[in-house]
Structure formats: structure tokens, C-alpha cells
């Protein structure tokens, strides 16, 4: 029996050395992030995963982990993983969805040596007392009204489809930027704007693409990791795509002319330095065209190429 | 007008594809006595198959082929837990989805990793047929695999009534007891339609990964499994009315879209609702008919000695 006593207070002091061992460690910043849909996604999710790569890269791997779970769509099984991340003691749990607001006010003041942070939102929940919460935004309206000009630029129908998730968040304000960007350049344009209500309704976004076509849109963009239905459909059907949240090219090069990036890195270097500096929130970032956070990746193939055949067609008349 | 017809006419016509196979590969098994609740997750196998298959061989036909294989397998696993061990099949039929689903994002994330397209089936205009005005723009300017799905309501409304297998499958879907001391074998003949309800899935998964989506993305079908099982229901287990369910659920859908597109001042929340309210709507009004499931449905067979 006493033997037993001994072995348990021996395994006891060495777990406890052992963890002392890797407190020495304690400077790697831990990062534990929750996606709505995979890392694969070439849209929301993608662009968090690659984000967080690039600041491993910055940082080094041995002074910045993550750790991911991706298609937590359903709210309830995000919650739960964010309170096993929270209670592994992660530096920085990272919520990326506008759906898991409620569950950090659930959450975080349970674990005040945490930070959380969520988007795209720009609650910080400060004013119900917690303290340990950033929220990023991105103002995707900015990029969506840069894509709007480049289309308008490039439709002869004049006639654009727009193919969103639900009518909320950054993918409202990319439409609605797209749609502005448009008539602003031709105040006559058609903006045809179609919601799925869905994030993930690959068919019903592929069949909106088609409908669009059939009115005479010349032109399609959308938003949200159901669009590579809609993508796939333009390039079958030759009409010209722009893309945001991630760089879409890969899809259909032909077709992709533009694509509005989220960067995230912007918002997460300004959070990590905050935390180690003992900030645990409080803060609202947003991805801008002028920080950075919002970048215009153009696909020279597609914007290039196109000219090329419009000349060749004899569409563009060259003026000299 | 006849543009706007044909236009929510073709998508319809896309949208029940799909659903089609899915559903009549369902109904068959029904009909046996067998439910499988899976039908989502073998779509997503066989779409990720067939789409995996295409993606490194190029090969369509090879594709189709590789998601009838899965789909059989998957047949195969569904019968052994619901016939042969005689599993409760509604919670069966839950485990089979998720582990398609779980199987199917896995084989894509660590296989392929990033979403990608692929040539899909091209319209296939059929000569003549595809000539006459608006029916033929409508019917007969489709894939392949969308005329597949609309032959398979008389072959299989054929076999089911016509022929001597059709009799046993629904003999033993309404009373095994007396079919088996007729002499037929009801492990067989289950075993039979749960397979072929597979294949049929598996179709259905190919047919939007590599005929009409031409893409693969973790949970493509986004829960069209349910709506099929739901459509047998609707359906009252006849290929004919489960034909109808399938073209009224998707032509509503189309019609959603098209009202959307073109810009008709009804908020999208609303019209998003309206091909599940208009199924509702038949389904209660048709509550009257009465039409009873097959007797012996969701009940695995006991040899009473």
C-alpha cells in the first residue's frame, strides 16, 4: 500500500518537472482557430488557414503554433470545441464565424487567461464586461466595388449575376460594393443579385449561375465556398468570374479575371502583440484596401486573354 | 416568355437529376421492406469517386464506373447491417451517412486537397427529338446521366410491376411470411435491392460531381439524401408520383432562382422557403389518400418456426 503512495507522489513530481520542463517553452504563442467549412475551401476558411501560415512563417514555427478543426458548421459542436481549446490553454482562440458570437459570450469569462476573438463582427461584448474578446471585420464592400468597376469595364451585355450566401456580414457588403461599383461606372447596368440561403449549396449556387447566364448576364460573381459550382458553370459556359475571400483562379484560369483576398495577418500581428503585452481584448480590427487586409489579385490570363479575343472578334474597336 | 419557360424548365430538369436516381434506388428498397436513412452519404461517395476517377484518369465512363463500384460496396455494408444483422435501420442508415460523409471530406482533403473542376458529361443533343421547338431545347439537349435518371422511372416502374422480381420484391416489402413460404428468398431478393438502391446513389453523387457541378467539395449533396428519402414518402413508393414529387419539388426551385435573378420584389428568406412549402402543401393535401408504406417496411425478417 505504501508503495503504491510512493509511486503515485514519484509520478506525481515528475509530471510536475516535466511541465516545468515546458514552461520553459511558454513563449511559443498557441493559436487554436475554429472554421465554418475546410481549409480547403478556396473562400472564408482557406483564407484564415493560409493567413495563419504566413505568420508561422513570419514567427517561426517554434514560437508560433496552430491548430485548426474545420466544417464546425453547426454552432453547437463549435462551442463545445472552443471550451476544450480554451480549457487546453491556448494562447489565442480564434472563432472564425459570425454564427459562434453567442457561444464566446458563453465562454470566455470562464477562461480569463484566454484571449477569443470572432468575425467577421464588430462586437467585442465589452459593453456586457468581458474583457478577453477581440472582433474583425472585413470592409469587403471596398474590394467588391473595385471588382464592380473592372466588370462594368469588361461586360458588353451590360447585364451581371451576383450569386450570395445569406443577405448578412461581409458577403452583403461585397454584393452590395460590386453592385455600387457597377453603376457607378454604367448607371444603366443590370445587376441581377440571386441568394442562395445557404453557405454550402453547391447546386442551387451552380443552377443560379446558369439562370443568370440565361437573362443575359455576361459576367457573374459571388460569394461564399458554395460559388465553385457557379465558378465551374462560367467557365463551361465562357462568361467572366471575380472572386473574393480567396484567390479563385486556380478553379477556371480562363475565366477568373479578379479576385478580392482577405488577409488576415493584418488583423492577427496588432492581436498577438496586444495579448503578450497582457491586452486580451477589447479591440475591432477590419481588413481595408489601405492596410492591406483586402488585396486585388488579378488574373492577367483571363483579363488578358479576353482582350486579345475581343480584338480578334472584333468587339473592341481600337480608336486612334 | 418561351425563353424564360425553357430556361426554368432546363434547370428543373437539372435540379431533379439527382434526386431522381436517389429517390428510385430508395423506393426499390422501400418496396423490399428495407429503409436506409444513408442515401446522402453513398451520394458523396460515389460523387467523390466518379470525381476522383475523372480528375486522374480523364476517363467519364471510368468515373460512372468507379461510383457504381462504391455505391454497391456501400449497398453491400447497409444490407449486411440491416438484413443480415438486422440493425434498427433508421439509426443504421444515420451511422452510414455519417461515416459517407466523414469518408468522403477525408479521401478529399488528403487525395486531391483543394477544390478543382473537371470536364463533366456534355450535352448530348439527341437527333431529331432535340429539333422540335421548346420540348426538344427543354428535354432533349441534356447530359447523358440526366436521361439516364428519366429512363430509370419506367425501366424501374417496369420491373417493379411487370416483371416476376418486381412481384417478390413486393411481396416481401408487404409480407415476407407468405413470400417466403412461397419459396422466395427474402435475404436474397433484399440484399438485391439494397445493392441496387447503392448503385443508384452512388449515380445520383456522380451524377452532380461529374455531370452536372463538375467539382467535388466536402458535403457536395448538402443534405439532398434526406430530401430523396423524403420524395419516396412523397412519392407514395411509385416511380411515376415520385417522378412528379421530384420535377415539382426542383421546378418550384427553379422558379425561386429565376424570381431572384430577375430582380421581383419578394425578400429571398421568403422565396428561398417556397419549394418546401409548396412539397408541405401537397404532401397534407394528399394525406387524405391514405397511401400506407409497405407493411413489412423497417421490420428485418424472423423465420417463424
Not at chain 1, 495563419?52 to 485548426?68: A, D, P, R, S, W
Not at chain 2, 455531370?211 to 449533396?221: D, E, I, P
Not at chain 2, 430530401?227 to 422558379?255: C, D, E, H, M, Q
Not at chain 2, 391514405?290 to 413489412?296: D, F, L, M, N, T
Amino acid at each position: 500500500m505504501k508503495c503504491k503512495k510512493n509511486i503515485t507522489i514519484i509520478i506525481m513530481i515528475s509530471i510536475l518537472i516535466l511541465s516545468l520542463g515546458f514552461g520553459a517553452n511558454a513563449k511559443t504563442f498557441r493559436v487554436a482557430v475554429i472554421m465554418p467549412s475546410a481549409i480547403s475551401d478556396l473562400a472564408f476558411s482557406q483564407s484564415m488557414y493560409d493567413s495563419l501560415l504566413t505568420i508561422q512563417k513570419e514567427m517561426g514555427k517554434e514560437n508560433f503554433e496552430f491548430v485548426y478543426s474545420e466544417n464546425m458548421f453547426v454552432v453547437a459542436d463549435a462551442a463545445a470545441a472552443i471550451r476544450d481549446y480554451a480549457s487546453e490553454g491556448y494562447d489565442l482562440v480564434i472563432a472564425h464565424g459570425s454564427q459562434y458570437g453567442s457561444s464566446l459570450v458563453d465562454i470566455a469569462p470562464d477562461f480569463p487567461n484566454t484571449s477569443f476573438t470572432w468575425g467577421t463582427s464588430v462586437n467585442t461584448f465589452s459593453d456586457q464586461g468581458i474583457t478577453n474578446i477581440f472582433a474583425y471585420e472585413a470592409r469587403s464592400e471596398e474590394g467588391g466595388y473595385v471588382c464592380g468597376v473592372l466588370a462594368a469595364k469588361l461586360s458588353e451585355s451590360n447585364v451581371y449575376g451576383v450569386i450570395g450566401p445569406i443577405e448578412t456580414g461581409d458577403a452583403k457588403l461585397y454584393v452590395d460594393g460590386f453592385k455600387a461599383g457597377v453603376l457607378a461606372t454604367k448607371p444603366d447596368a443590370q445587376v441581377n443579385v440571386n441568394w442562395t440561403g445557404s453557405f454550402s449549396d453547391v447546386a442551387l449556387a451552380s443552377e443560379a449561375a446558369q439562370t443568370h447566364i440565361n437573362v443575359g448576364a455576361d459576367v457573374l460573381t459571388g460569394t461564399a465556398q458554395m460559388v465553385v459550382g457557379a465558378i465551374g458553370v462560367a467557365r463551361q459556359r465562357g462568361v467572366l468570374w471575380f472572386g473574393t475571400q480567396a484567390d479563385q483562379t486556380s478553379i477556371a484560369p480562363e475565366v477568373v479575371v479578379a479576385n478580392q483576398v482577405y488577409d488576415w495577418t493584418v488583423v492577427l500581428r496588432p492581436m498577438i502583440q496586444l495579448i503578450r503585452e497582457g491586452t486580451m481584448g477589447g479591440t475591432t480590427y477590419a481588413l481595408t484596401l489601405a492596410n492591406e487586409g483586402l488585396k486585388i489579385v488579378v488574373n492577367q490570363e483571363a483579363l488578358v486573354g479576353k482582350t486579345i479575343q475581343d480584338i480578334i472578334e472584333g468587339k473592341i474597336d481600337i480608336e486612334l | 416568355m418561351e425563353a424564360i419557360i425553357i430556361g426554368i424548365a432546363k434547370s428543373a430538369i437539372r435540379l431533379a437529376t439527382p434526386y431522381l436516381y436517389a429517390s428510385i434506388g430508395e423506393t426499390i428498397g422501400q418496396l423490399s421492406g428495407v429503409l436506409n436513412l444513408g442515401v446522402d452519404g453513398v451520394m458523396l461517395m460515389g460523387a467523390f469517386s466518379a470525381f476522383y476517377t475523372v480528375l486522374r484518369t480523364g476517363n467519364l465512363w471510368l468515373g460512372l464506373l468507379a461510383a457504381i463500384v462504391v455505391g454497391a460496396i456501400f449497398g453491400l455494408l447497409i444490407a449486411f447491417i440491416n438484413v443480415t444483422l438486422k440493425a434498427e435501420q433508421g439509426i443504421s442508415g444515420i451511422g452510414v451517412y455519417i461515416f459517407g460523409l466523414g469518408l468522403s471530406s477525408l479521401l478529399f482533403s488528403t487525395m486531391v486537397g483543394t477544390v478543382q473542376t473537371v470536364s463533366g458529361f456534355p450535352p448530348l443533343s439527341i437527333p431529331l427529338l432535340s429539333n422540335i421547338p421548346v420540348v426538344g431545347e427543354i428535354f432533349f439537349q441534356q447530359n447523358i446521366l440526366v436521361y439516364g435518371a428519366f429512363a430509370l422511372v419506367p425501366i424501374s416502374w417496369f420491373m417493379l410491376t411487370k416483371t416476376p422480381l418486381g412481384l417478390s420484391i413486393r411481396a416481401v416489402g408487404q409480407h415476407p411470411e407468405a413470400a417466403d413460404s412461397l419459396g422466395v428468398n427474402i435475404l436474397r431478393i433484399r440484399y438485391f435491392t439494397v445493392v441496387l438502391g447503392g448503385i443508384l446513389s452512388g449515380i445520383a453523387g456522380a451524377s452532380l460531381s461529374i455531370a452536372l457541378l463538375n467539382v467535388f467539395q466536402q458535403n457536395l449533396t448538402n443534405g439532398m439524401g434526406f430530401i430523396a428519402v423524403a420524395l419516396v414518402y412523397f412519392g407514395a413508393w411509385r416511380p411515376k408520383t415520385v417522378l412528379i414529387g421530384a420535377l415539382l419539388f426542383s421546378t418550384v426551385n427553379a422558379i425561386q432562382i429565376w424570381i431572384q435573378v430577375k430582380g421581383i420584389n419578394i425578400p429571398s428568406d421568403f422565396t428561398l422557403m417556397l419549394p418546401y412549402i409548396v412539397t408541405i402543401v401537397v404532401l397534407a393535401a394528399m394525406a387524405k389518400r391514405r397511401i400506407h408504406p409497405p407493411a413489412a417496411l423497417n421490420k428485418p425478417f424472423e423465420r417463424g418456426e
